[in-house]
């Protein structure tokens, strides 16, 4: 490639109209990465710039191919033919390396923007308009009231739930390099001379560290080191994020009293976790696993607790004589020398006659003999450690250290209050067949295992339900109390597991607290809902939980099985309804309701802005309280920076409450009524389309034939396997993930939009569809969703994906739809390109494309290699070329992102 043709490539991707700060680091990097493949050899440096010449020629339009781009397409595709295979799989490296600083410019680049706009937003105003929870709460004030606005701030929870569900391409040991990078990144705009150099010198090191190292590990996470995720999450952003959103929060509301008075914004976020619990088609998740993970966070929070006290305690040199102690503390300074006389003694050694000092020293003494488990001294539970806490602030302020009492003292009993000692709520998922096999084997065998005569599936059902007393014994009753079932169809699902959970002890005091959970997934089981929530209603066992848990209940809606059964807008339709009767349903029984949304990253299982999506629920089912399953590459990208981590809780918190306001209900219910003639249209039509592809003979083989769908299957990015396990033998079998990654890394997205552009089209009527966009929150956010999916969508590498398989019938079907389904989107939103209002997302989306375009070519032709030449091609062959598949798959995930 010409130097000259080079430079007209760049020249064009420089044209691209994002903003220049974003543009400049992308270059910066582009500089970088060039730089490292030119020292590794000029061959490798030559065919990383040719083909990205030639992607950029090629799409140079947004709207329209030229014969130019169509030139420079094929050029691209000529010269990844011509690689060798070396070669090829270390420029891939190179272009996947590239994402991840990519994805690093946007993210710094959201960070400097909100930055920005909260330096300019005066301290005198009422609300903080940056901050969505100040002004959803001010919103709430104005029309229901400040007595009603607080009662609802008090009901607020957000409670996000971390999955191991495999869509994180990237290695834990990419991630390690990508926080360095972007802390040097962050750094630049404070240097100057010689510091710069050295910055410029440090990511060199890091970049080149990150294009040597395989983007695939080297084998499967166990369900414990799947753990680390968490644990990482909250190290490097939950544990200080989520106070400083309650404290911001008090900021505005009390202005000058805030940290002087006691808060009004309470602990609302309370993360849980399947890691190490979700046995549901995973055998690598047992009984002895859940045990080992729990442990692992009960260490490792209170470990961080009693640092956190130690630290505060310790800058707590108020003497006794000025700050003097109140009667309660005295008290409990009493009752701490009785319990261990050598720690307090110790503590007032280095402590005299600094009493609030002393206490908390003990404090963090007795928090070290929680994680020993030394009985004597130990906290009994996360209740009695904050208890002491509020003694010690209680005294402060009756004493007039109020800021001392309020500030970082309360920042503490925030981050007691919000993770316990058990840093996450694990809940406990299994199949509801595996629960009714498990019962049929102990009632033909017998009930207790050390006969030996009952199934070893059986026994670790028993085995789960030990591990959760245990839990329960040492992290307290909200540590594991939830119990999901998968694929709930009737009560009598619900009823099998409190009688396999009193089956598996000899007493009944041994049995462990459990919310047994409905999961309704498949569409026929959201459609009758209601009919088996009447029938739980007249178990014994939950009559008995209502009555000691306030009548709170918890339902979960599967997002991902719904969508793979009747097509993504049958789904969105489907789910939409039956939140509402679900919510009328809570309402007429008294029940206090949360619904649980089984949501992913990618748009086929629910993924897209968590706030909007809040926002356009039904009346009634949010009830103050949002949560959803959190997983893969969407953790990462919402909790691993601590700012824009912040940004996310307070958009979720703050939708959360609002969606209670009347003027939000009114729409929704307005807008839900008066649009039900174009919702069931849509959702017959789309449906009717949806499953005539499902349906084609030879659909499955086909749709293995033409993704990387057996490659992603070899991926170790998830200890849970492709399949469920229960006898998979179909595409009916299949998980969600694989069939929507799948189908995201054959360019087409398939999973996100395939029968909306008929639905549409038979519907017919682009007036009323304009209107219900304009109007009905649930339709908008859809609409946008899908037309973020097709932006991401490329026709010609699409072509090549389904040229994979001889059935042309059903390659028409799909590009057919997405021609259709596209030019509706279009009409609807009055574009001309996907995203073409979205001032950064839109332009950013376009610049990544040629890239993106890059890795999926290298991965087509390999793919097409493997099909259809694979008997000729030696076992060296054959591996280089899965080899060369995995490396792109990683990359496309981050180029694409939000994919699984």
Known sequence: MAQDELAQARSMLSRVDIPDALKENMALFLRLVRKVLGEYGTELLSAFDSLLADAIRANADEVLSTEAERAAFADAVSLIDALPSEQARLVMRAFTAYFHLANICEENYRVSSLRARERAVPTTEAVDPINDLTVAYN?????????????????????????????????????????????????????AGIELAENERRMLQEIEALLRTSPIAIKKPTPVQESDTIIDIFDNTLFDMVPAVYRRFDDWELGEKAGTVAPVCPAFFHPGSWIGTDRDGNPNVTAKVSRQVSEKFRVHILERLRDETKRVGTNLTLDDGFTRPSRDLLNLWSHQVEMSEALSASAERVSQSELHRATMIVMSNRLQATIDRTTDIMYASAEEFIADLRCVQASLAASGAVRCAWGPLQKLVWQAETFGFHMVEMEFRQHSLVHARAL????????????????????????????????????????????????????????????????????????????????????????????????????????????????????????????????????????????????????????????????????????????????????????????????????????????????????????????????????????????ADVASALDRSSRERYLDLLNAEGFAEWFSTVTPLSEIGLMPIGSRPA???????????????????????????????????????????????????????????????????????????????????????????????????????LAITRHEWPLQNRRVLGPVIRMRLPFVNVLSLAQVRALDALRNKGQDLTAEEREGLTYLILCTVSGVSAGLQNTG
């Not at 999973?751 to 009905?776: K, T, V």
């Open 139 to 191: 919103q709430l004030v104005e029309e229901c009231g400040r007595a009603k606005a607080l009662a609802l701030l008090g009901r607020l929870e957000f409670h996000p739930v971390f999955t191991a569900h495999p869509t994180e391409a990237r290695r834990r040991a990419t991630e390690g390099k990508i926080r360095r990078i972007s802390l040097l990144l962050e750094e630049r705009l404070q240097l």
């Open 440 to 675: 049929a084997d102990i009632r033909e065998h017998g009930r207790w295992e050390e006969r030996g005569r009952l199934d070893p599936m059986t026994v670790e059902v028993l085995e789960t339900f030990r591990a959760i007393a245990s839990i329960q014994r040492r992290n307290g009753v909200k540590a594991a109390r939830r119990y999901i079932i998968s694929f709930t169809q009737s009560a009598r699902n619900v009823a099998d597991v409190y009688e396999l959970a009193r089956l598996a002890f000899a007493h009944e005091q041994d049995v462990p607290t459990l919310d047994v959970i409905p999961l309704f997934e498949q569409v026929e089981d959201l459609e009758n809902a209601v009919d088996t929530l009447n029938q739980m209603l007249l178990l014994p066992d939950v009559q008995r939980r209502l009555a000691e848990s306030g009548r709170r209940m918890e339902v979960m809606l599967g997002y991902s099985d719904s969508s793979k059964d009747a097509g993504p807008t049958s789904a969105t339709l489907v789910l939409h309804a039956a939140q509402e009767r679900i919510a009328r349903w809570a309402e007429d029984n008294g029940i206090d309701l949360t619904l649980m949304h089984g949501r992913g990253g990618a748009v086929g299982r629910g993924g897209g802005p968590a706030n909007r999506a809040v926002l356009s629920q039904p009346k009634g089912s949010v009830n103050c309280r949002f949560k959803l399953t959190e997983q893969g590459e969407v953790i990462f990208a919402r909790y691993g920076n601590a700012t824009l981590a912040r940004r996310h809780v307070e958009e979720v918190a703050g939708a959360t409450l609002l969606q209670s306001s009347p003027s939000v209900e009114y729409v929704n219910t307005e807008a839900t009524d008066k649009y």
């Open 723 to 825: 399949k469920r396990g229960l006898g998979a033998k179909s595409l009916a079998d299949l998980r969600t993930i694989p069939w929507i990654f799948s189908w995201s890394q054959a360019r087409t997205n398939l999973a996100a939009w395939y029968g909306l552009g008929s639905a549409c089209e038979s519907f017919a009527d682009l007036g009323r569809l304009r209107e219900a966009y304009a109007e009905w929150p649930l339709f908008t956010t859809f609409i946008d969703n899908i037309e973020m999916s097709l932006a991401k969508t490329d026709d010609r590498i699409a072509r090549m994906y389904l040229a994979l398989a001889d059935r042309e019938d059903l390659n028409r079907k799909v590009m057919d739809e997405m021609h259709l389904t596209r030019r509706w989107v």
